[in-house]
């Protein structure tokens, strides 16, 4: 099938940047779409990025303008680069995959990478 390794996480402080690297393997031929999904404690798991084959992007409202997604078809890797960040953004953050074009309830998912943003 495919296997998804999620590196980059961290601590930062308020306002600082990190970069979140997702690496797809295995049968990397059935991934479409790839994007990025984070919990918080105590919340919901949500959407936050998500990328299509043709790199057609879209974003959650809380992190338009501050986060960019991006994706290397030849490398097999999807990106996450993330600015001004906020205490609110802390979580876990997941790659996910589909084999379709929209990414909804995932086919693939990684283990995930801790974030934390200290104000």
């Known amino acids: 099938q495919v296997q998804l390794v999620e590196t980059g996480g961290g601590l930062v402080q308020a306002g600082g940047s990190l970069r979140l690297s997702c690496l797809a393997s295995?049968?990397?031929?059935?991934?479409?779409?790839m994007g990025w999904y984070r919990q918080a404690p105590g919340k919901q798991r949500e959407l936050v990025a998500d990328?299509?084959?043709?790199?057609?992007?879209n974003y959650a409202d809380a992190v338009q303008g501050r986060f960019t997604i991006s994706r290397d078809l030849a490398k097999n890797t999807c990106d996450l680069r993330m600015n001004s960040l906020k205490s609110e953004d802390s979580g876990v953050y997941y790659c996910?995959?589909?084999?379709?074009?929209?990414?909804?309830?995932?086919?693939?998912w990684g283990q995930g990478t801790q974030v934390t943003v200290s104000s």
């Open positions: 990328i299509a084959l043709d790199g057609d992007s």
């Open positions: 295995g049968n990397t031929f059935l991934i479409n779409t």
């Open positions: 996910a995959a589909v084999r379709t074009i929209k990414m909804v309830n995932p086919d693939y």
